[in-house]
């Protein structure tokens, strides 16, 4: 479990990743996306995590639907899932 607050995106799942678990953090007030999967990135596990508060987005997956797994988390706003 980790947190973020005040970056710029919390957690970033950048071009091309892949088979990555997002598992069990927090992400709030950051000045860009809470959690966010850059286009190209596919297989990712995001589960139980917590994101509000953030600027843009508090989930943004730039992907196809069902591209990544999103399961059992809190959000406020979401992108593209």
């Known amino acids: 479990s980790n947190g973020t607050s005040g970056a710029g995106d919390g ?7 892949t088979s990555c678990t997002v598992f069990s953090n927090v992400s709030l007030v950051n000045t860009a996306d809470g959690i966010f999967i850059e286009d190209g990135s ?8 917590t994101a509000l508060g953030n600027h843009v987005f508090d989930a ?4 196809l639907p069902h591209t990544n797994t999103w399961e059992h988390n809190i959000f406020g706003t979401k992108s593209g899932f």
């Open 11 to 17: 957690i970033n799942l950048n071009l091309f990743t």
């Open 42 to 49: 596919s297989g990712n596990v995001v589960t139980y995590n």
């Open 60 to 63: 943004e997956d730039q992907n």
